[in-house]
Structures are given as structure tokens and as C-alpha cells.
């Protein structure tokens, strides 16, 4: 069965610096997000993703987050400067379409990300 | 602001018990509610409800919503170790992408 990849399972980085977590959708899918969820809170939505564009942002998602789907099948987040407290579990989700009976979102294993 | 909020948090019941979920929701130009369960890691789907009084029905887990009173119960009958986990309910405005996640149901099955 299809399934939303993740990679890595676990990122450890220092305060300030940069870091790309990479996600491969459902082949066939259209939509893309990214979702995070701190230790002991609820999961947040951060971003959607279609046809090479934004299409919706929480405001979590500020100038230190961008998107980008490099190729034809990976789809990555990029943090810029980290803090300490983007510490959590970031999800990849995908979907078929959006907005019809169709488009229920599937999760990839996520990424665990630590800044020390 | 959207607001989800489940019941109970948390749950401890014996293998063969049958549980009840809830989820209340105040959204905006509702659209669907999704309901996931959580075991380590990523949440899995369950079910998507967009009508009112329609049970969905998977196995020993079943679903429905109630757009009039905002409320949406998950129940699971014959209840197994392999069930623990946390339930998650997110619903869904018209016209937006983004699942609004309550804080989740805690399940564990104690055999």
C-alpha cells in the first residue's frame, strides 16, 4: 500500500542553524502539508502545498519556514535559523485532491527534530 | 478562532469493553471531520464525516456526526490491546486545506 515517507527519523542540531526535513508524498497526490506537534501538545498545521504554491499557512509558518518541491517527487521543509523551541515532531501529510469527498490526508512516520 | 475539544482525555478500560469518543468542534463554514488514531508516531486514518447521522462503520469501529450539535462520537466495540493509542478528531472548514486537531482521547486496553 502507498504510503508518505519521511526522512530522517531523527534530526539533532544546534540553535541557528539550518535544516531540511524531506518528505516523499502518495505518487498520485496533489496536496502536500506539513504539520509539527511539540512533546505533550496537540499536532499543528503549518502549510499546504499545490501546484508549486503556498496555498494555505498557519501563522506558526513565519519567515523562518519555507517549502519547496524540488523535484518531481520530494517535497522538503526548511527551517532557517532554528530555535529551541521549533523542538518536535514534524509530519508530512498528503492528499489526493482537496475540497471533495476524496480528500482525506494521509501521514507520513515524521521527522523528530531536537535543537540543543 | 476554531476550537476542538475531546472527552474524555484519557480512558483506561479492560480488553472486550466497548468505548465511546467524543469530539465537540466549533468551526467556521464546517466541511468534513476527520477522525486518526495515533500509536507511535503518525496519526492513521480512520474515517472523514460529512453528513449528518450517516455511521461509518469499519470493522469494530464506527463513526458518526452530528452537524447540528457540533459532535462527533468514535466507538469501538470488543475493545483490544492492539487498540491503545490516542484518538484524534480534526475538523475541516469549506474552502481551507488545514486539519484542526483536537487535544486527543488517550486509549489503553488493559488485557
Known amino acids: 500500500e502507498p504510503e508518505v515517507t519521511q526522512t530522517p527519523s531523527h534530526q539533532v542540531t544546534q540553535m541557528g542553524q539550518e535544516v531540511i526535513l524531506r518528505c516523499v508524498p502518495i505518487s498520485n497526490h496533489l496536496y502536500f502539508y506539513w504539520y509539527r506537534q511539540i512533546l505533550g501538545q496537540k499536532v499543528e498545521f503549518l502549510v499546504s502545498?499545490?501546484?508549486?504554491?503556498?496555498?494555505?499557512k498557519s501563522e506558526i509558518f513565519d519567515d523562518q519556514f519555507s517549502v519547496e518541491r524540488p523535484d518531481g517527487s520530494n517535497f522538503t521543509l526548511k527551517i532557517r535559523s532554528t530555535k529551541l523551541e521549533d523542538s518536535a515532531m514534524y509530519f508530512c501529510a498528503s492528499s489526493e485532491v482537496a475540497g471533495s469527498w476524496r480528500d482525506e490526508q494521509f501521514f507520513g512516520p515524521g521527522t523528530r527534530l531536537t535543537v540543543l | 478562532e476554531d476550537k476542538v475539544v475531546q472527552s474524555p482525555l484519557s480512558l483506561v478500560v479492560h480488553e472486550g469493553d466497548t468505548v465511546t469518543l467524543n469530539c465537540s468542534y466549533e468551526?467556521?463554514?464546517?466541511?468534513?471531520l476527520l477522525w486518526y488514531k495515533q500509536e507511535k508516531k503518525a496519526p492513521t486514518f480512520l474515517f472523514m464525516l460529512?453528513?449528518?447521522?450517516i455511521e461509518k462503520k469499519s470493522g469494530r469501529l464506527s463513526s458518526i456526526l452530528d452537524k447540528k450539535e457540533l459532535f462527533s462520537i468514535l466507538n469501538i466495540t470488543a475493545t483490544q490491546t492492539g487498540d491503545s493509542a490516542i484518538y484524534l478528531c480534526?475538523?475541516?472548514?469549506?474552502?481551507?486545506?488545514?486539519?484542526?486537531f483536537g487535544q486527543g482521547t488517550r486509549l489503553t486496553i488493559n488485557p
Open positions: 468551526v467556521t463554514n464546517f466541511r468534513s
Open positions: 502545498f499545490y501546484n508549486n504554491e503556498i496555498s494555505e
Open positions: 480534526a475538523p475541516r472548514n469549506q474552502g481551507a486545506q488545514k486539519l484542526v
Open positions: 460529512t453528513s449528518s447521522g
